[in-house]
């Protein structure tokens, strides 16, 4: 455990004990807007932080995010409405499903050595395939929507995924705190190293004996696969899926903002930034709500995004760690 | 003369039709320092490139001694106990320095742990140790280029090839670079095949030096040989060259 917490110095631990003590206990005074505000954070800093895995950890930009997502969600939502499988084991499939999207794409993009903003196309591409077959299949709902039934509002029903808000809200915290733990360790191994190698520099990474096509379709399995989990919650949560919600490109663009704004390549980042940005864009909205101006919080969160981008484009967290002391730089003392 | 390190049997590569290497063929013997010298434009970093697996030639064969090394990709080459240096500096860049020699041990380590424990050695040997914590991006050129040594020397090579480590430093900064060369091929054995145009380096360390020129070979042997060669004098090193 106590690698888990490496170049954290004493006082970021407290500040990140504090911090996860709080949204642990948040329900108890925290009313139902703001939990569903909360869960959005968190299901926000979690597909982040799958997304970052891709482009952070190994260079790889994806802006088909949506894709995994959407295919996870779809899948764990079919099972379950058409043969009653609970999504507990759909997720299993879903996860299958969603690694093996991400490994087509992987394949096809590093075997013909396709790179940055070139693989991303190939990312757009794929996730528009897959909208427009969904948007003609019957047995998923098409352009209608497919709609999980609701019985449960209030229990907690975890194998079946039916409850209420609050048991959404910690299956979410735990995810989003999971994938945190999920992505340090790889990151501190092996992986994390090829990983980065590969980021700064590819030919430099082959050199030195390592297979970089493996090691890039090993990031984009996890990427997918957590980002397919992502898309089982999506379905339960929401109960209801379009095509042209789930996997528009809005939907990938989205999944960006978060690590963007709190600092690509950083393991808080995802966190910080879905925490920074949801809220403010919730409190926008509800100022500006009597004026009726749709689509103003993606605008404001655009305005962030280009903000960051211009004025401190490694995001806000390494500038936070750094100002508040809250990580230690290796080979210094606190 | 037991059986050569590295082989090299008449190697060609052409780019759209320009020949940049014809023919090429020499040898490393095992414990040997060879140097590749020629003018800019010779073939020596395309050359280079053939044997790391960059490129694939378009004929001849590269044997690691038994085994051949054409077609394989340059990780697999890396695997089979050859590593290099580029020429253009690629450090990690967001990556400390240790870190940075951490990826190049983990190819011949099981854990990173283990990976970690085999850097402290080869920092040292590159003057590096003070250093190990700050990102590759803070440094200084030589310091890269000694950086780019390490990281090459820590997957634990049999041959290692230097794609002019020496350009860019000061003199003094050569003969320190020089002495570790000489230092590593006398304590461990190391096999070495250097490109270099800082000619005070290459005399330095090499025993035996190939003379490539328009893709070709022109010359071969001693230093000493080397330089009184009268197709070396013509194309390359001019009449002045001291040993």
């Not at chain 1, 690509?264 to 910080?272: A, K, N």
């Not at chain 2, 590295?6 to 052409?14: E, H, Q, R």
Request: proline share 4%; with cysteine.
């Amino acid at each position: 455990m106590s690698g888990l917490f490496a170049g954290v110095s004493t006082r970021g631990r407290v500040l990140f004990a504090a911090f996860l003590a709080f949204l642990i206990v948040a329900p108890l005074f925290l009313n139902d807007y703001w939990l569903a505000i909360i869960i959005i954070v968190c299901y926000l800093g979690y597909t982040g932080q799958s997304w970052n895995l891709m482009l952070g950890f190994a260079g790889l930009l994806s802006i088909g995010h949506a894709l995994f997502i959407g295919v996870g969600a779809y899948t764990g939502a079919a099972l379950f409405v058409h043969f009653g499988v609970p999504p507990a084991l759909g997720i299993f499939a879903a996860i299958l499903v969603a690694v093996v999207a991400g490994s087509i794409i992987g394949a096809l993009g590093f075997r013909f050595e396709i790179r940055g903003v070139y693989f991303a196309l190939l990312t757009i591409a794929f996730a528009e395939f897959v909208r427009i077959m969904v948007d003609h299949s019957r047995w998923l709902g098409g352009t209608a929507g497919l709609f999980l039934p609701v019985q449960n509002r209030e229990g907690i029903d975890l194998l079946n995924l039916r409850g209420s808000p609050l048991m959404f809200y910690y299956i979410i915290l735990f995810l989003n705190f999971g994938a945190l733990a999920l992505c340090r360790w790889l990151l501190a191994g092996r992986l994390g190293y090829y990983w980065q190698a590969i980021r700064d520099d590819h030919d430099a990474a082959q050199a030195l004996g390592i297979n970089v096509f493996r090691y890039k379709m090993i990031a984009v399995m996890i990427s997918s696969a957590m980002a397919g989990v992502a898309g089982v919650f999506y379905a339960f949560y929401y109960n209801n899926l379009f095509p042209e919600q789930i996997f528009s490109v809005e939907q990938s663009v989205q999944v960006t903002f978060a690590p963007i704004v709190g600092g690509v390549g950083t393991l808080f980042g995802p966190i910080l930034g879905a925490f920074i940005l949801m809220p403010l864009g919730r409190v926008l909205s509800t100022l500006t709500e009597h004026w009726n101006l749709p689509g103003i919080q993606l605008l404001f969160w655009g305005i962030c995004v280009a903000g960051i981008v211009l004025f401190r484009p490694a995001g806000i967290w390494p500038w936070m760690a750094r100002t508040l002391r809250l990580t230690v730089r290796p080979g210094k003392d606190e | 003369m037991g059986q050569p390190l590295l082989t090299v049997d008449g190697i060609s590569k052409s780019f759209r039709g320009l020949r940049a290497v014809a023919n090429v063929s020499f040898e490393v013997e095992e414990g040997a320092i060879v140097g590749l010298i020629g003018p800019n434009g010779a073939g020596k970093t395309t050359c280079f490139n053939v044997i790391a697996g960059v490129y694939r030639p378009d004929s001849g064969r590269i044997r690691l001694r038994d085994a051949t090394l054409n077609g394989l990709r340059p990780d697999q080459i890396c695997r089979a106990g050859l590593a290099r240096t580029f020429q253009l500096v690629k450090p990690f860049k967001d990556l400390t320095v240790e870190e940075n020699v951490v990826v190049g041990a983990l190819c011949a380590s099981g854990s990173v742990s283990e990976a970690r424990a085999a850097t402290g050695d080869i920092l040292a040997r590159l003057g590096l140790k003070a250093k190990r914590f700050q990102r590759a991006s803070e440094l200084t050129l030589p310091d890269r280029k000694r950086l780019e040594v390490a990281r090459a020397l820590a997957t634990r090579p049999t041959l290692l090839l230097l794609d002019e480590v020496m350009a860019g430093l000061r003199p003094t900064e050569t003969d320190e670079m020089v002495a570790t060369f000489k230092a590593l091929n006398r304590d461990t054995g190391l096999t070495i095949l250097l490109i270099e145009h800082v000619m005070r380096a290459v005399m330095a360390l090499s025993q035996h030096i190939v003379v490539l020129h328009h893709g070709e070979k022109i010359s071969e042997g001693t230093p000493e040989h080397v330089v009184r060669d009268q197709a070396v004098l013509d194309c390359y090193l001019g009449e002045e060259v001291e040993v």
